[in-house]
């Protein structure tokens, strides 16, 4: 799992139908510098499944590959990162 930032909103025009109702983000993961307020952001941006309701700005823990799949079981859904948890204070 690893802290990411929301920067922006996936909007579809088609989809995938397991897709129907879903709320997709734009998120960067973020490094411990970026983290520290160090560095700018600079990995590459994720789409994430966001069931949560997390905005831009947020900052939300995010699980990947096999992972982000299992809150589906047993449906299947082409997703490869999941918003696990809002975060709303990190204590470094």
Request: contains cysteine; glycine residues 8%.
């Amino acid at each position: 799992m690893r802290i990411a930032e929301v920067i922006g909103t996936v909007t579809l025009s088609r989809c995938h139908p397991s897709f129907q109702g879903a709320r997709l983000r734009l998120a960067v993961p973020m490094t411990l510098a970026e983290l520290q307020q160090e560095q700018p952001l600079a990995a590459e941006p994720l789409v994430v499944w966001d069931d949560l309701g997390a905005g831009i700005g947020s900052r939300i823990a995010l699980s990947e590959g096999g992972e982000a799949a299992q809150p589906f079981r047993p449906h299947d859904k082409p997703v490869d990162a999941y918003n696990a948890a809002l975060l709303d204070e990190i204590n470094l």
